[in-house]
């Protein structure tokens, strides 16, 4: 399986913005759908935004998020990104990024993720 580290958290304000960075090794992500995953505290982790792997078919989870967050994805850098955009207080948590959820297996492993929290 592959390996993904990401980048890019931080604490960041209400109203200001964030890029977080998922750099992928191992495996080609031009092979995935790829997505973002949060996992706050006390909750399971679950899926934030995702991207089919030529980039044309976005979804996103909820409403909120779809008016506030981008997820892009550089194939040749092998790196999804989400830029998030004005954040709210369901923001904070530990973002992860991986495959779609296919056929009962991820096709990376977890990486340590990167903290994001909200100050107002």
């Known amino acids: 399986q592959g390996q993904l580290d990401e980048s890019g958290g931080g604490l960041v304000q209400a109203g200001s913005s964030l890029r977080l960075s998922c750099a992928a090794s191992g495996r080609n992500i031009s092979d995935y759908n790829m997505a973002w995953y949060r996992q706050a505290p006390g909750k399971e982790r679950e899926i934030v935004a995702s991207?089919?792997?030529?980039?044309?078919?976005?979804?996103y989870a909820t409403y909120s998020v779809k008016h506030r967050f981008t997820i892009i994805r550089d194939n040749a850098k092998n790196t999804p990104y989400t830029q998030m955009n004005s954040p709210e207080p369901e923001d904070p948590g530990m973002y992860y990024c991986?495959?779609?959820?296919?056929?009962?297996?991820?096709?990376?492993?977890w990486g340590q993720g990167t903290q994001v929290t909200v100050s107002s």
């Open positions: 991986n495959s779609v959820y296919h056929i009962g297996t991820y096709y990376f492993n």
């Open positions: 991207i089919s792997w030529s980039g044309a078919n976005i979804n």
